[in-house]
């Protein structure tokens, strides 16, 4: 499964026919680092894209880092969240209504994906590192500005 998914990505990557607007074109330097808030440890990203699209409002992606023993606030957006790991592994936790108790666990590697709906609250953490590009549809109203949402 892990290597379809890669197989997936490289076919449309490969297939895309110009370069997307970077976020340059938006008034933000490419590479300036987005810091999320977390409980403990530190997640970086790295704004890669944010454009109108055809099809939807817009579409976000960020490149994201997280530090070895590190773990984000729980937090929900309006936004439907897609997630690729491609280095390192992440722990998704997602919770019940209350915020508090746990739902559902997962740990991802290289290769897994997962689709977050919208409203649903979850944190992302990592226990020795690890680093995905995030996918928001439409983009998140805070984006690049580190708002998770």
């Known amino acids: ?6 197989l997936m990505l490289r076919k449309l990557t490969d297939e895309l026919q110009s370069l997307p607007v970077l976020l340059e074109d938006f008034d933000f330097k490419c ?6 808030p977390c409980v403990y440890g530190e997640v970086v990203g790295y704004g890669l894209l944010k454009r109108p ?4 409002e817009s579409v976000a992606v960020c490149d994201a880092e997280f530090s070895k023993d ?3 606030v729980i937090h929900a957006h309006k936004e439907h969240e897609y997630t690729i790991v491609y280095c390192g592994s992440l722990d998704y936790v997602e919770y019940n209504e209350d915020g508090v108790s746990v739902a ?3 740990r991802l590697t290289v290769g897994d ?8 609250k979850h944190a992302f953490g990592s226990v020795c590192g690890g680093r995905a590009i995030f996918i928001t549809v439409p983009a998140s109203e805070g984006f690049p500005n580190g708002s998770p949402g």
């Not at 499964?1 to 890669?6: A, C, G, S, T, V």
């Open 70 to 72: 590190c773990f984000s």
């Open 104 to 106: 559902k666990k997962r």
């Open 113 to 120: 994906m997962i689709y977050v709906l919208p409203e649903v």
């Open 1 to 6: 499964m892990r290597n379809e998914n890669l």
């Open 53 to 56: 699209s055809d099809c939807f």
């Open 31 to 36: 590479g300036q680092k987005i810091s999320y």
